[in-house]
């Protein structure tokens, strides 16, 4: 390197400045929110970010309708044009009320899945099938002074649709418009881009399943059958292993009974399936657990079994205890939220 101009620059106020020591736990709180960089970021995606179809990938435009109609006065004289209202894109289902009740707004024609018909007509569709159905909501001849009709028309599709407009030209192309930022393949559609969009910390920005906090909170297997070459009454499921009333044995022995297998053999020979179910629960199978209280007598009762998972959930939902909390805890694991796989934000 060339030898520098100075030897020292003094005084200058950094352009960030935080602290390494974590002054708050709160995981809402990251470098970016700290340093407002975040702010900046959101602002700039807001302002200049170009939208794109979560579904498919391919990049989200929006048009006004004047935009629209200088697209389509700007075709040849005398091109003649039907205006359509894709309803359906590509989706399975049978349709019938949503063709009855295009009729009854006054719509007498439509194409489905390419063919044309008059909605006064039946039309069987597959309810397995994926079908396209559009609904014809003019017939116009490209010339001067259609302008205002060409508009309501694109007006009334737009409203129809859902934000996604088609022309055919006759012996033309086909042009797919979108109104609002909506894709015109999938129907995906976003809303206005703001700001608040890109916050984890809003919840018109926050991914629904993880509250934008990322990653979830989760009952880890590994955790709870720590060891799994100890059978359960060798304490294998971890979260049983304290537990020393009668009726709780007497319960285990039940379910041992019903599902045929011996509590002294290793948690990890038990066939995968037992393993699910002493994890997650029994599902709708009912057992028939019976206990023996002081006097005793037998009591018999049948009762889905809610599983180690099951129950740690149910408790760390109702309990009110710090303490309980936190011990159940312990059976807890972080993982990056399936949803927003971390990033945090809604698709
Ligand atoms: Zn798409
Ligand atoms: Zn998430």
Redesign the pocket.
């Known amino acids: 390197m060339d030898k520098p101009d100075v030897e020292s620059i003094s005084g200058l106020s950094p352009a960030i400045s935080i602290e390494q020591k974590s002054t708050s736990k709160n995981p809402r709180s990251t470098v970016g929110t700290v340093t407002e960089i975040y702010d900046y970021l959101r602002l700039l995606f807001a302002r200049v970010g170009r939208p794109f179809?979560?579904?498919?990938?391919?990049e989200?435009t929006s048009q006004t309708t004047s935009q629209i109609v200088d697209t389509i006065m700007g075709l040849p004289a005398g091109s003649r044009i039907i205006i359509y209202a894709p309803v359906v894109r590509g989706r399975k289902g049978e349709y019938k009320k949503e063709l009855a009740s295009f009729l009854r707004s006054g719509y007498v024609r439509g194409r489905v899945d390419g063919i044309n018909y008059e909605l006064t007509e039946p039309i069987e569709l597959d309810k397995n099938k994926k079908h396209d159905i559009d609904v014809i909501i003019d017939r116009l001849v490209v010339k001067d002074g259609i302008e205002k009709r060409l508009a309501d028309s694109l007006e009334t599709a737009d409203n129809l649709a859902g934000g996604i407009i088609k022309v055919e030209v006759i012996d033309g192309e086909e042009l797919l418009f979108s109104k609002e930022l909506a894709?015109?393949?999938?129907?995906?559609s976003y809303p206005e881009m703001s700001p608040r969009m890109f916050s984890f910390n809003n919840p018109y920005g926050a991914c629904n399943t993880c509250s934008g906090l990322g990653v979830k909170m989760y009952f880890d297997p590994d955790l709870i059958v720590a060891d799994k070459s100890l059978s359960i009454r060798e304490g294998a499921v971890v979260p049983w292993a304290k537990r020393t009333s009668v009726f709780f044995f007497q319960m285990i022995d039940a379910f041992a009974r019903h599902y045929k297998f011996s509590l002294r053999t290793p948690f990890k020979k038990l066939p995968e399936k037992l393993q699910k179910i002493i994890l997650y629960g029994s599902g709708e199978d009912k057992i028939k657990f019976y206990y023996e209280k002081d006097d005793q007598r037998r009591y018999i009762f049948q009762e889905k079994f809610e599983g180690v998972i099951g129950n740690l959930e149910r408790r760390y939902k109702e309990t009110e205890s710090e303490y309980i909390r936190h011990e159940i805890e312990k059976f807890m694991n972080i993982r990056d939220c399936p949803e927003c796989k971390g990033s945090r934000l809604k698709r």
């Not at 179809?53 to 391919?58: A, E, F």
């Open positions: 179809c979560y579904s498919c990938g391919k989200i894709c015109i393949d999938c129907g995906v």
